[in-house]
Nanobody, 115 residues
């Protein structure tokens, strides 16, 4: 059974930084895509950033230049370094693993940015 556990969320002032971590356990294959999504109240869940097992990254335009996604394949862990945070980054952030055609999700971690 695949499980994703996020950590690192919290409350931060605008302009501050946070780092999210997501550890994946269970039987997974080496070729996969890991990513971070977020969902703000009243809005749809949106992709923030993704990274393939080969290291190719993709970012939402709203976070380019401020967020960095990375992964440690040996530890089955994906990170999201968030800098220059804005109040509009406030949301629940979800870790995602795309394994072949199946999506797995973490439970989510709240990020709140105060102005």
């Amino acid at each position: 059974q695949v499980q994703l556990v996020e950590s690192g969320g919290g409350l931060v002032q605008a302009g501050g930084s946070l780092r999210l971590s997501c550890v994946v356990s269970g039987r997974i294959f080496s070729i996969n895509v890991m990513g971070w999504y977020r969902q703000a109240p009243g809005k749809q869940r949106e992709l923030v950033a993704s990274i393939t097992s080969g290291g190719t990254t993709n970012y939402a335009d709203s976070v380019k230049g401020r967020f960095t996604i990375s992964r440690d394949n040996a530890k089955n862990t994906v990170y999201l370094q968030m800098s220059s945070l804005k109040p509009e980054d406030t949301a629940v952030y979800y870790c995602n693993l795309l394994l072949r055609t199946t999506d797995y999700w973490g439970q989510g971690t709240q990020v709140t940015v105060s102005s």
